[in-house]
């Protein structure tokens, strides 16, 4: 028998949709060091995370570790206020693990280039966001006047970061959008954390040790061009790769 057209309007409708997925990179099967490490790298910004949908990545996890305890990590992250959803694999008990942990697997996700892999939690997005400004807008920007030194962090959460002080080597200040520097930008620099691709970082003089826009980094082992070494310049993201220009 045919089903024939409802002759009323459905009470739903069914379309695609793209999320913005935070990639965690696990490299290590040992929960007590990727405990350590997160509470290391999260424990002076604990809103960092807000309950994001989380992709865990398997696909850099050494293959001579032990056995992962997937239900495990995903109560970890839980933790640290993450919200997992999907898995990238590396191979077929991984994806005998996801079913049990609640994970729905996939191989779609965009790596970053190996130069852009650092120590630091990873991030990248596996479908790039559609941005609504009026989100970081609504809000005034933050506004730090002293200097930051090493082992200080900062972050904008939901809107730009201004700072008026130098950022000394060490420190590291983050923004959900742009990042404004009135003075010389030597620590370490993220805009655009939350995968808005649209940010950029400004300073007077750039001289940074790690810049990183919606995960996409560049660390001090790739020395700064000379053009902008030292100089008022804007940095933004194209192509999956950060530009650099003097202002």
């Known amino acids: 028998m045919r089903s024939r057209t409802p002759t009323y309007p459905l009470s739903f409708e069914i379309k695609s949709a793209s999320l913005p997925l935070v990639s965690f990179v696990v490299k290590s099967a040992e929960l007590g060091i990727l405990a350590q490490d ?11 995370f ?33 919200n997992p959803v999907a898995l990238r694999p590396s191979n077929a008990a991984h994806e005998a ?32 966001r559609e941005v609504v400004r009026e ?30 002080a130098m950022v000394n080597p060490g420190a590291e200040i983050m923004a959900d959008g742009h990042i404004h520097v009135y ?33 996409v980094y560049r660390t001090s082992d790739m020395p700064l061009p000379k053009e902008v070494t030292g100089k008022a310049a804007q940095v933004w993201l194209a192509d999956d790769k950060l530009v650099m220009q003097a202002l």
């Open 50 to 82: 807000d309950n994001d949908p989380v992709l865990i990545d398997l696909q850099l996890l050494d293959t001579q570790a032990g056995p992962l305890d997937l239900p495990a990590l995903v109560h970890l992250l839980r933790g640290f206020r993450m």
């Open 135 to 164: 989100v970081a807008s609504a809000g005034s920007a933050m506004v730090v006047d002293k200097p930051l030194r090493s082992g200080q962090h900062v972050y904008a959460k939901g809107r730009d970061l201004v700072v008026l």
């Open 183 to 215: 003075a010389p930008l030597r620590g370490k620099a993220i805009a655009g954390a939350k995968g808005d691709v649209s940010a950029r970082i400004f300073t007077s003089s750039l001289e940074a040790e790690l810049l990183s826009i919606a995960g």
């Open 97 to 128: 693990a996801a079913t049990l942990a609640g994970l729905f697997i996939t191989s779609e996700a965009r790596a970053l280039p190996p130069s852009t892999v650092t120590q630091e939690v990873v991030r990248e997005v596996e479908v790039i």
């Open 38 to 48: 997160l509470h290391t790298r999260l424990d002076d910004t604990p809103d960092f």
